[in-house]
């Protein structure tokens, strides 16, 4: 009696420590996967940052490879808008800029937005 009492509390504790073990991989697997986004995150705000420092001109290209594994892609288009006028306002542009990674074999993307305008 005491033998099978015995066991089934080491089945029991088996599990348990089987199920941790599987909540902490997939914990981790999380993580991985978040700080991988937050330095995408970071590369496309600092590709909008030096977009900005620079003259731009329409068109697309890719960025150059800054050793992460994130590859970029920029695209820079002129935006017409018009004033309260109706006359249509020179200098603004919408550029994108497109992050591409793999994470787990599987391919991921995110982009971001935003018009500039530079005289």
Known sequence: MVLIEVVTAL?????????????????????????????????????????RATPLSPGEKDAPDDGSGIAYHLQI???QLKDRKGQLVPGIYRVTVTAAW??????????????????
């Open 77 to 79: 288009a002129p935006e």
């Open 11 to 51: 089945f029991i504790f088996t599990m348990v420590a089987f199920a941790l073990v599987m909540a902490l991989d997939a914990t981790m697997d999380a993580a991985k996967q978040r700080n991988q986004i937050d330095a995408v995150m970071r590369g496309l705000a600092d590709q909008l940052a030096l977009i």
């Open 102 to 119: 793999k994470f787990g074999g599987q391919a991921e993307d995110r982009s971001v937005s935003e018009l500039i305008f530079q005289p």
